[in-house]
């Protein structure tokens, strides 16, 4: 099973808002709505941000939202902050013998 | 507030087998709403999830790990393990434990704070 396809960096001055993307196929991503979005700052554990495509945890900011369409799966970060700097995973339910995938992660830097 | 904690040595020679312990505090690894697991992370590289147990011992692997990987629950320790054989090089990278929501870890909402096993002689 592949990893999913993550842009390798996306930037934005603060205020702004930016889209990540994650690229699946129809075996994960298209197929379920069993996408999971996790913020990792370095040197500490994932936090999960979005889970079931468009589901926040209790306490993660409403800034995080995150929605899909076909085998894309897109988180958004609006009112851009400087602690959302950090690397964003997504991951997906799958079809195949290995029922979870990651994505390849997206390091946000905020200008 | 749920706490994970791993555990275990953090140095391995190539070809012996990592053991692993992940300590649960503030809630219980009986629930059969939750699922443990562990995810491990190589250096300055990607997530990978290695497997999923349920309360009862039901099981879930990577297909790519599942020929070395034996995880396993011990509910009265509030207790879960990893054990990963015949390791090399490439297995060395920061083992997370984690809490997920469903076997095929959909949702992973607590995470350990990760130990780093590095694989050498």
């Known amino acids: 099973q592949s990893a999913l396809t993550q842009p390798a960096s996306v930037s934005g001055s603060p205020g702004q808002s930016i889209t990540i993307s994650c690229t699946g196929t129809s075996s994960d991503v298209g197929g379920y709505n069993y996408v999971s979005w996790y913020q990792q700052h370095p040197g500490k554990a994932p936090k999960l941000m979005i889970y079931?495509?468009?589901n926040r945890p209790s306490g993660v900011s409403n800034r995080f939202s995150g929605s899909k369409s076909g085998t894309t799966a897109s988180l958004t970060i609006s009112g851009l902050q400087a602690e959302d700097e950090a690397d964003y995973y997504c991951s997906s339910y799958t079809s195949s013998s290995t029922p979870l995938v990651f994505g390849t992660g997206t390091k946000v830097t905020v200008l | 507030q749920l706490q994970l904690q791993e555990s275990g040595p953090g140095l391995v020679k190539p070809s012996e087998t990592l053991s692993l312990t992940c300590t649960v505090s503030g809630g219980s690894v009986s629930s059969s709403r939750y699922y443990w697991g562990w995810i491990r992370q190589p250096p300055g590289k990607g997530l990978e999830w290695i497997g999923t147990i349920s309360y009862s011992g039901s099981t879930y692997y990577n297909s790519s790990l599942k020929s070395r990987v034996t995880i396993s629950v011990d509910t009265s320790r509030k207790q879960f393990s990893l054990k990963l054989s015949s390791v090399t090089a490439a297995d060395t990278a920061v083992y997370y434990c984690?809490?997920?929501?469903?076997?095929?870890?959909?949702?992973?909402?607590?995470w350990g704070q990760g130990t780093l096993v590095t694989v050498s002689s």
């Open positions: 079931d495509v468009s």
């Open positions: 984690a809490r997920a929501l469903s076997l095929g870890a959909t949702a992973i909402d607590y």
